[in-house]
Nanobody, 124 residues
Framework: EVQLVESGGGLVQAGGSLRLSCAVSGFSFDDYAIGWFRQAPGKEREGVSCISSVDGSTYSAEPVKGRFTISSDNAKNTVYLQMNSLKLEDTAVYYC?????????????????WGQGTQVTVSS
């Protein structure tokens, strides 16, 4: 079974940076995509970014474009989310997720496996 483990969350001041990691194991698919989602208290889970294993294509949601960058290290089976210029509204639990098939997506129901989440808190 596919397992995902997030790390790298924490407390950071507004304007600061964090890098989240998502270690993926237990999969045998050649075509897949890894997405990052976040959920703030009282809000729905939203897609943040996604990367395809097929061609490395990526997607970033409008609120994070230009500030967050998704990347992958295939040798380590790890996907990263570099978050710069963090804002108060970026505070949330961040989840990584795995979907079969290499098409990128920001729609949570299309993802098959999820990590446990890591808290990111941005303070003023």
């Amino acid at each position: 079974e596919v397992q995902l483990v997030e790390s790298g969350g924490g407390l950071v001041q507004a304007g600061g940076s964090l890098r989240l990691s998502c270690a993926v194991s237990g999969f045998s698919f050649d075509d897949y995509a890894i997405g990052w989602f976040r959920q703030a208290p009282g809000k729905e889970r939203e897609g943040v970014s996604c990367i395809s294993s097929v061609d490395g294509s990526t997607y970033s949601a409008e609120p994070v474009k230009g500030r967050f960058t998704i990347s992958s290290d295939n040798a380590k089976n790890t996907v990263y989310l570099q978050m710069n210029s963090l804002k108060l509204e970026d505070t949330a639990v961040y989840y990584c997720a795995f979907k079969r098939g290499g098409y990128i997506s920001d729609y949570a129901p299309t993802f098959d496996y999820w990590g446990q989440g890591t808290q990111v808190t941005v303070s003023s």
